[in-house]
């Protein structure tokens, strides 16, 4: 149902494609796109199962506000159900509501009917994604326009609901400097979006010249230089402990454009911050209205307009204690991941291996990573410098890593592409290796193989008694070296991170490093379920828990 598109595209002298083997990694692939170099992914499917598997991917465009455009067929509309005077589930073949589907998850859905309309509705669908909080678009079109001449593009004018207007200046100047004046231990919590209005370098310059102490999400991670020395850590249920500890002790965290999910304020938000007043900046009013049970201050505004306002904020100094404070968690956890499990064991440690490969890669590598343990084992690990690090954070899909990687390589092809993965994600989506090959792309796959779901199963041993149904019992990891050799690829099977080499980063063609974990490795450290994000697993003993809560006092339950 879009093989009229695909020819066109095919026949034209100014357009390329690449083929994927599940549409799921298409729109994965062009979700990455954005985050590679800001350009926006197009992807193109047919109707029925090829339109719904482009969903998982559109959602990790919508929850992480990434512009993306998606194409899709239709059945010709005299075969549709919509003209057949009925409501059957299905009059054509393979016909889905695919707009119906995905209008949730995107920021414009419609299907066109005539050239005219599809002419409008692409710019319609361009502009959206494009501006305001950004996100995906998915246009459908059935056969039968697909066969009609449109004609050039037409001209629409930005719809006001798509971005905001210039805030007023001075207003919201005195709101932020009537914020920060009066905190005693202030602390910044630098979010993903000040990256997606680009302006992340700027809001980076403010933070060097005022040296206020700061942490981040792990979305953010990739907008910063983690060598600024007031750079905290990243925050959240797998956070610093050094960061968790300053959230958990400011009396004022001014907070750019963050979700502030419950990976990052844990299960109980009331025990997020517990003891501060907090200032919510964000581009998406309905994001801010959530806040309203916790009351925390909001102010909607297009993180775009924010460092002319900031630059002239006068900042009170910087009170010793605090700053003291700030340096002391920095110095006592930034950085000082390690595996307990590992130690007591004599197995082979992720974070060792992750910091190796974080010294042997380019500066400014591309490093693409999946979800679950092997996420956190990076992100909780990495230090980058020039480095693009992403993932589909929100949405989380197992499977995302590899057509991501693929996506990123394709539009950066003489930059290092890595991509990380588990054995459970690598297998999500392991046809995609045939695409890697076919267009020879240079690039590293790291495997974290631990046999296993192990975040999965890491909660079901705190929560389960360690039943491991579904996550070890009834799943199993086949023979990665037959597979990554059948696709013509390099297989190196790593039982130490001294087996990692720089070479392994600059051969030609995909190269796949095999981890070799023990099953029952832990990501460290960890919220459990009801505890505060600065009482984490492996639990510290009262001192240095009463050392790192300074300021307040928290009784610590179980």
């Known amino acids: 149902a879009a093989a009229f598109m695909i020819d066109a595209i095919g026949r034209h002298p100014d357009v390329d494609y690449v083929c994927f083997h599940h549409e799921q990694s298409a729109a994965m692939a062009a979700d990455a796109a954005w985050r590679t170099n800001r350009s926006v992914g197009v992807a193109m499917a047919t109707s029925g199962p090829g339109a719904t598997n482009l969903l998982?991917?559109?959602?990790?465009?919508?929850?992480?506000?990434?512009?993306?455009?998606?194409?899709?067929?239709?059945?010709?509309?005299?075969?549709?159900?919509?003209?057949?005077?009925?409501?059957?589930?299905?009059?054509?073949?393979?016909?889905?509501?695919?707009?119906?589907?995905?209008?949730?998850i995107?920021?414009?859905?419609?299907?066109?009917?005539?050239?005219?309309?599809?002419?409008?509705?692409?710019?319609?669908?361009?502009?959206?994604?494009?501006?305001?909080?950004?996100?995906?678009?998915?246009?459908?079109?059935?056969?039968?326009?697909?066969?009609?001449?449109?004609?050039?593009l037409l001209p629409v004018k930005i719809s006001s609901l798509t971005e905001l207007p210039a805030p007023e200046k001075e207003e919201t100047r005195n709101k932020l400097y009537d914020f920060v004046s009066k905190a005693e231990r202030p602390l910044i919590y630098f979010g993903a979006g000040v990256g997606l209005a680009g302006v992340e370098q700027e809001i980076q310059q403010w933070l060097r010249e005022t040296n206020l102490p700061f942490v981040s999400s792990w979305n953010a991670t990739t907008y910063f230089d983690h060598a600024l020395p007031n750079y905290c850590g990243s925050v959240g249920v797998y956070g610093n402990r050094g960061a968790n500890f300053l959230v958990q002790n400011c009396d004022r965290m001014?907070?750019?454009?963050?979700?502030?999910?419950?990976?990052?304020?844990?299960?109980?938000?009331?025990?997020?911050?517990?003891?501060?007043?907090?200032?919510?900046?964000?581009?998406?009013?309905?994001?801010?209205?959530?806040?309203?049970?916790?009351?925390?201050?909001?102010?909607?505004?297009?993180?775009k307009f924010l460092p002319n306002i900031l630059h002239t904020l006068k900042i009170p100094t910087l009170n010793v204690v605090w700053k003291n404070y700030a340096s002391q968690m920095k110095d006592q956890y930034f950085g000082k991941c390690f595996s307990s499990f590992a130690a007591q064991h004599g197995t082979q440690s992720p974070y060792e291996v992750v910091k190796r490969i974080n010294s042997l890669i380019a500066k400014d590598a591309l490093v693409i990573n999946d979800t679950g343990a092997a996420m956190c084992w990076?992100?909780?690990?990495?230090?980058?410098?020039?480095?693009?690090?992403?993932?589909?954070?929100?949405?989380?899909?197992?499977?995302?890593?590899?057509?991501?990687?693929?996506?990123?390589?394709?539009?950066?092809?003489?930059?290092?592409?890595?991509c990380f993965s588990g054995d459970g994600g690598f297998q999500l989506n392991i046809q995609e290796l045939a695409v890697l090959a076919h267009y020879k792309l240079d690039i590293t796959i790291v495997i974290l193989n631990n046999s296993g779901y192990g975040i999965i199963k890491q909660f079901q041993d705190s929560n389960l008694q360690s039943r491991y149904f579904a996550t070890g019992d009834g799943y199993s990891v086949?023979?990665?070296?037959?597979?990554?050799?059948?696709?013509?690829?390099?297989?190196?099977?790593?039982?130490?991170?001294?087996?990692?080499?720089?070479?392994?980063?600059?051969?030609?063609?995909?190269?796949?490093?095999?981890?070799?974990?023990?099953?029952?490795?832990?990501?460290?450290?960890?919220?459990?379920?009801?505890?505060?994000?600065?009482?984490?697993?492996?639990y510290m003993s009262d001192a240095e828990f009463m050392e790192g809560n300074a300021f307040i006092t928290y009784e610590r339950t179980v």
């Open 56 to 104: 998982t991917g559109i959602a990790c465009s919508f929850f992480d506000s990434v512009p993306a455009l998606h194409i899709t067929g239709q059945v010709n509309m005299r075969e549709s159900s919509a003209y057949l005077g009925a409501n059957p589930r299905q009059a054509g073949f393979q016909e889905t509501k695919i707009v119906e589907m995905a209008k949730p």
């Open 106 to 152: 995107t920021k414009y859905a419609k299907q066109v009917r005539t050239p005219e309309e599809l002419r409008i509705t692409l710019e319609e669908a361009w502009t959206a994604a494009t501006t305001g909080r950004m996100g995906p678009a998915l246009v459908d079109v059935p056969m039968d326009v697909q066969q009609m001449e449109v004609g050039a």
């Open 254 to 303: 001014l907070v750019l454009g963050s979700r502030l999910d419950n990976r990052q304020r844990s299960s109980n938000a009331k025990k997020f911050a517990p003891h501060a007043e907090l200032l919510v900046v964000d581009v998406d009013a309905e994001e801010l209205a959530k806040y309203k049970g916790d009351e925390y201050q909001t102010l909607c505004l297009d993180l």
């Open 378 to 418: 990076f992100f909780q690990t990495f230090h980058r410098a020039e480095q693009a690090v992403f993932t589909a954070g929100g949405n989380s899909p197992m499977g995302y890593a590899l057509p991501a990687a693929i996506g990123s390589k394709l539009l950066e092809p003489n930059k290092q592409v890595v």
């Open 478 to 538: 086949p023979n990665f070296k037959g597979i990554i050799e059948g696709y013509g690829l390099q297989y190196f099977r790593i039982e130490s991170p001294e087996q990692i080499h720089g070479d392994m980063f600059q051969m030609r063609g995909g190269v796949v490093l095999d981890v070799a974990l023990d099953p029952n490795t832990t990501v460290e450290p960890k919220v459990d379920m009801g505890r505060p994000i600065n009482d984490q697993f492996p």
